[in-house]
């Protein structure tokens, strides 16, 4: 954690500790969390037999989760339509 800690203050990255016990306060982080579970996680029809195959089925979902599947606090857009919409302003 210092390692990380030191490397942020160097890049100028301002680091935010959030209070334990307070999933409120990191909503989209916990949705996410939340949305990986039910579509990635449980599914029983992946068979990695590798932690290779594994990160490849994540990657998929990753890219699924913001580029392809609408998102209802977005107003249905994928958060990569969001981010360009913003950009564009």
């Given amino acids: 954690m210092r390692d990380f800690e030191s490397e942020c203050a160097k890049q100028k990255i301002p680091l935010f500790v959030l ?3 307070r999933p409120q306060w ?3 982080v916990e ?3 939340r949305t990986f579970r039910e579509e990635l996680y449980a599914r029983n029809d992946i068979r990695a037999e590798s932690i290779g195959e594994f990160k490849y089925e994540l ?14 606090s977005l107003n249905g857009m994928t958060p ?3 981010t360009n919409q913003l950009l564009a302003a």
């Fill in 59 to 72: 990657q998929k979902a990753v890219k699924k989760y913001n580029s392809y599947r609408p998102h209802f």
């Fill in 19 to 21: 209070p334990p016990s």
């Fill in 31 to 33: 949705r996410a969390n």
């Fill in 26 to 28: 990191n909503g989209g």
């Fill in 80 to 82: 990569y339509e969001y």
